[in-house]
C-alpha cells in the first residue's frame, strides 16, 4: 500500500453502529451520500469489514447475504449495493476493505523488511494500513463516507475504529465528522421507548476515545422532544443532532426522512461546507410511485437461499426499481427450489405472474429450478434466468427439447455424457478459490429482432459477471435447432451471454447479474421488460398481499 495521499479539500464522515446489528447503516449511510449529492457535492463510501475473511467471495450466502461486485471484479459486502443505488459513485475493489486484507498487507510488507526489523504491532501498523485505505480512495471528492461495519463494542472493530479516531487528530476536527447510529426500543409492557441502549452505546463508544457528532435514533415510534433532550444530555451532543431514524415503508424514503429532521444541513453546518439548497424532486417522485401504484404483481422467485432474503438483495431492489418504473407494486414469493423437488411445480407456481431464477453454487435444489423452467416453458409463464438461472435454462431445453436425457452441468455431475454447461479450458487449470470466476464487467454483442435487443435498444452493453462455468458451444447449434436464440455473445462470439426461447411470450436469460446496475431512477432494462411481461400476464385476479416496494415480500412457500 502506498503512503496516504494528502486530502485538503476531502471532508470525512464516519458511520458507527450499536446495541444491535442489522440497524441499517448501509441505507444510513447511502441515504446521507444521497442528500449530500442533492446539494450538488460530490461524494464517494467506503465500507470497512472487521471480518478477516479477505472478501466475502468464499462466504455461504446464508451468513454474509448477497455478495455484490462492481465493476473492476471485487466481490465487496452488500451495503456496496446501497451505495451504488443511492447515489452516482463509481465503487471499486478500493471501496471495501476487511481485516483479512489489511493484516494480509501489514504482513507482506513484514516479509519484505518494510519495516526495517521493527516490532509489528496493532498500533500504529494495523491502523496506518486502515488509515492509509481510507485516505487513498477519495479521488478528491468533496466528502468520503466510511462506514465500519460490526457493533462498538464488538473486539474485531477495535483496529478500525481506533484508526478513524486518530484521523481527527490528523486532519481536523472541522474536516472528521462521526455519526452513530443507534437503536430506541419501544418496550411494550411499559409503553414507552426507552433511551438507555442509546446512552449506554455512546457511553462505549465515548471509553473508545469517540465522541459522536450526531445520532441516529433508530425507532418505530417518533421521538418526542422531550425523549431527544434527555439523549443529547446523556450523549452530549446538540439537540439538534439527535435526529429520528423512525422505520419507513421504503427504503427509498430514507433520504426524504432524514431531510425532514435536518440532518443534511447539520451535516454541512458542522463540516463547514456551503452548499446549494438540496433537490430532492426526483426521490419525492420515486416515494409518490411507491406509495401510488396503478396496480400489483406476483413474481416467484425459485432460489437455494430463500430463508435469507439478503441473499437476493440487489436482485429483490432491481424488481422493485421494474415496478416503479411500470407503476405497480411487486409482490415476491420466495419459493424454495428443494420444495419444488418435494412438491412438484404446479402448486407452488399456481398464484404467480411470471417467475425468476436466480444465480448461485451448488447442485443442491438443481433438479427442482429444471422442473420450474420446464413447467413455466409449457404454461407460458414470463421467465426471468440469472447466472445459474440461465444455465439450468440451457439443461432443461437440452433434455427436454434436445433430446439429451442426460445433459447437465459439469458442476453438478463430471461424468455426464453432455456437459451442456462446462468450465472452460483455460480455466480448469486454476486452483486456488474464486481464481476460476469471471468477475466484473465484460462486454457483450446484442443481437437485433430479439428480446435483448427491445430492452436495451443498442448492440453493445457492459455487465457485470460472477460465475465459473459457461453455455458449451458444442451443443449450441443443436440448442437453435430446438428454438434457443443467442441474443447476446461476447465480441468474439465466444461465450454466450443472453439466451431467449423464442416459442413463448418472455423467456429470457443471461450469465451476468443485471441487478448490480439497477438504479431506482435507472432501472435496468431486463427488470423493466420482466416485469412488463408479467404485468401481460396477469390472469385479472388480484396480487397476493404482500410487501410494498422495498419490502420483505412473501416468505417463500414451505411445508
Not at 430463508?307 to 407503476?327: C, F, M, P, R, W
Not at 486456488?432 to 430479439?450: D, N, Q
Not at 457492459?462 to 449450441?476: A, K, P, Q
Request: with cysteine; net charge positive; aromatic share 8%.
Amino acid at each position: 500500500m502506498a503512503e496516504p495521499k494528502k486530502h485538503i479539500k476531502t471532508k470525512f464522515i464516519f458511520v458507527t453502529g450499536g446495541v444491535v446489528s442489522s440497524l441499517g447503516k448501509g441505507i444510513a449511510s447511502a441515504s446521507i451520500g444521497a442528500l449530500l449529492e442533492s446539494r450538488g457535492l460530490t461524494i464517494t463510501l467506503q465500507k470497512l469489514d472487521p471480518y478477516i475473511n479477505v472478501d466475502p467471495g468464499t462466504m455461504s450466502p446464508f451468513q454474509h447475504g448477497e455478495v455484490f461486485v462492481t465493476d473492476d471484479g471485487a466481490e465487496t459486502d452488500l451495503d456496496l449495493g446501497h451505495y451504488e443505488r443511492f447515489t452516482s459513485a463509481k465503487l471499486t475493489k478500493r471501496n471495501n476493505f476487511t481485516t483479512g486484507q489489511i493484516y494480509d498487507a501489514v504482513i507482506t510488507k513484514e516479509r519484505r523488511g518494510d519495516y526495517l526489523g521493527g516490532t509489528v504491532q496493532v498500533i500504529p501498523h494495523v491502523t496506518d494500513e486502515i488509515k492509509a485505505n481510507i485516505l487513498n480512495m477519495t479521488d478528491g471528492v468533496d466528502v468520503a463516507i466510511i462506514e465500519i461495519g460490526g457493533t462498538v463494542g464488538d473486539i474485531e472493530s477495535l483496529p478500525f475504529l481506533e484508526a478513524i479516531r486518530q484521523l481527527r487528530f490528523d486532519l481536523g476536527k472541522e474536516n472528521v465528522l462521526y455519526i452513530h447510529l443507534t437503536l430506541i426500543p419501544f418496550i411494550n409492557t411499559a409503553g414507552e421507548l426507552k433511551t438507555k441502549p442509546t446512552q449506554h452505546s455512546v457511553n462505549k463508544l465515548r471509553e473508545i476515545g469517540i465522541q459522536p457528532d450526531i445520532l441516529l435514533c433508530r425507532t418505530s415510534r417518533p421521538l418526542s422532544p422531550e425523549i431527544k433532550a434527555k439523549i443529547a444530555l446523556f450523549g452530549n451532543v446538540d439537540r439538534d443532532a439527535v435526529i429520528t431514524a423512525k422505520d419507513v415503508e421504503c427504503v427509498y424514503e430514507v433520504p426524504l426522512a432524514f431531510h425532514n429532521e435536518g440532518l443534511d444541513e447539520k451535516v454541512i453546518k458542522l463540516l463547514n461546507i456551503w452548499t446549494r439548497s438540496p433537490k430532492l424532486e426526483q426521490w419525492e417522485r420515486i416515494a409518490k410511485k411507491v406509495k401510488n401504484p396503478k396496480s400489483g404483481i406476483t413474481i416467484g422467485i425459485v432460489g437455494k437461499y430463500v430463508d435469507l432474503q439478503d441473499s437476493y438483495k440487489s436482485l429483490h431492489e432491481a424488481l422493485v426499481h421494474g415496478g416503479i418504473t411500470n407503476n405497480v407494486c411487486v409482490n415476491f414469493v420466495y419459493i424454495d427450489s428443494e420444495e419444488i423437488e418435494k412438491a412438484g411445480p404446479r402448486h407452488l407456481l399456481k398464484d404467480v405472474d411470471a417467475v425468476l431464477v436466480p444465480g448461485g453454487f451448488g447442485s443442491r435444489g438443481i433438479e427442482g429450478k429444471i422442473s420450474t423452467i420446464q413447467y413455466v416453458r409449457e404454461k407460458k409463464i414470463p421467465f426471468f434466468g440469472i447466472c445459474l438461472g440461465m444455465q439450468v435454462a440451457a439443461i432443461e431445453i437440452a433434455r427436454n427439447l434436445c433430446g439429451l436425457k442426460d445433459a447437465n452441468s459439469s458442476e453438478f455431475n463430471v461424468d455426464t455424457p453432455h456437459p451442456v454447461i462446462d468450465m472452460m479450458l483455460e480455466q480448469k487449470n486454476i486452483t486456488s478459490k474464486g481464481g476460476t470466476m469471471r468477475l466484473g464487467a465484460y462486454p457483450c454483442i446484442v443481437k437485433k429482432g430479439t428480446l435483448a435487443f427491445k430492452a436495451y435498444g443498442k448492440v453493445e452493453i457492459s455487465e457485470r459477471h460472477r460465475h465459473r462455468y459457461e453455455v458449451n458451444n458444442i451443443y449450441r447449434e443443436n440448442m437453435e435447432k430446438a428454438g434457443v436464440v443467442f441474443s447476446g455473445l461476447s465480441p468474439d462470439g465466444g461465450l454466450v451471454e443472453i439466451m431467449e426461447y423464442k416459442n413463448h411470450p418472455w423467456f429470457l436469460g443471461c450469465q451476468f447479474h443485471p441487478e448490480f446496475k439497477s438504479r431506482p431512477m435507472q432501472p435496468h432494462p431486463l427488470f423493466e421488460e420482466f416485469v412488463k411481461a408479467a404485468i401481460q400476464n396477469k390472469k385479472g385476479k388480484p396480487a397476493l398481499a404482500g410487501s410494498k416496494h422495498g419490502g420483505q415480500g412473501i416468505r417463500g412457500r414451505k411445508k
